[in-house]
């Protein structure tokens, strides 16, 4: 692990409770740029509680999450968005009536304070189209890109993902089990997707994922909750021979 690189963004001993389950539990990690994290663990574990901690989709009972030095714990999601938090969106995000063209301009409209202005949709911003369409066609949705995002495939749908996530200019990028409910031939698309994310040395991404395969080919370091705790962590091969996470992931997932 790389660690002369300032972290871009850490948490410090996050916890999250409810009732008296403890589901995150002081959990203390530092994420840095050009570094691709994977969050693996059992069901239960805590992984995507603890992904939401981060977006802020779930409030932490204790402890911080700092991006870049500020403590951003307290912060909402529309603001973590705007300081370049970006998380992969589910459709019910986005504006399923619109096309894949006209989310995607939205997304870079946003990345300008009072641009989200909808009645600007009709204006003939040459820019914001051009733009959008580069992160379209990136995607593979160049086809697409006049049919309303309602209408897509599941796998259509979180190549749309990628691409807001990719307009929104977000330096810590967060995808949660990405592949998830993808055909085998949509899969290595997403996978390429991230593989050129994590190609750009200022982002960070922080991934959610329990295919072995997957984290073997993009992980440059793995983290294993079990339990809402942080058992293990560092470079794949280490963690991988671990017998903390033999017992509590492989053992258990039987992958």
Known sequence: MDHTTAPALQTRNLTVR??????????SYDFRPGCLVAIVGPNGAGKTTYFNLISGQLRASSGTVIHQGDDITRLSVPERTRRGIGRAFQLTNLFPRLSVLENVRLAIQARHPGAMDIFRLADADKFAIDTAMSYIERCGLAG????????????DQRKLEVALLLALESSIVMFDEPTAGMSADEAPIILELIQSIKSDASKAIILVEHKM??????ADEIMVLHNGQLVAAGVPAE????????DAYLGTMGH
Not at 144 to 155: F, I, K, T, V, Y
Not at 213 to 218: F, H
């Open 18 to 27: 409810f009732g008296g389950h403890v589901a995150v539990d002081s959990v």
């Open 144 to 155: 697409r890109r006049n049919e309303p995002a309602a209408n897509l495939s599941h796998g």
């Open 213 to 218: 395969d997957v984290i073997r080919s993009l």
């Open 239 to 246: 963690v991988m021979r671990s017998d903390v996470v033999r």
